[in-house]
């Protein structure tokens, strides 16, 4: 699945690792969030996306909506044996992860070199 397809992620494989970078900077309101999501499934319904990394190293903003699509996303990972871990969070966007416990479902990483690590560890 090409770039092209995405209007908010650019994709990449590091080994067996699939590495999802957001590429919109702020993710405002339920119409973004929702592109957001629908765009993350897609790429998690491959069988290549077996190991997920999202990079969000270009957010400045996450919505709440924002973290409700990172909720049910993890979720169905895991209910599809899949692994999920992200990284890359300005602090503004990784205390809102942290205030609504998006920190306790899933692994969150400074950056994609520790986030890679962390996959090679499991």
Do not use: Y
Not at 20 to 40: F, S, Y
């Amino acid at each position: 699945m090409a770039d092209a397809d995405f209007q908010h992620l650019r994709l990449s494989m590091v080994k067996e690792v699939a590495v999802v970078e957001i590429r919109t900077k702020d993710i405002q309101g339920p119409q973004l969030a929702q592109e957001l999501g629908h765009e993350l499934a897609l790429v998690m319904a491959q069988d290549w996306a077996k190991k997920l990394l999202i990079d969000f190293r270009r957010v400045g903003f996450l919505s709440s909506t924002g973290f409700a699509v990172l909720f049910r996303l993890v979720g169905q990972a895991k209910a599809e044996g899949r692994e999920v871990k992200l990284c890359g969070m300005e602090p503004g966007v990784r205390l809102g992860a942290e205030i609504v416990g998006l920190d306790k479902v899933v692994p969150i990483l400074e950056n994609e070199a520790a986030a890679l690590r962390a996959f090679a560890q499991t």
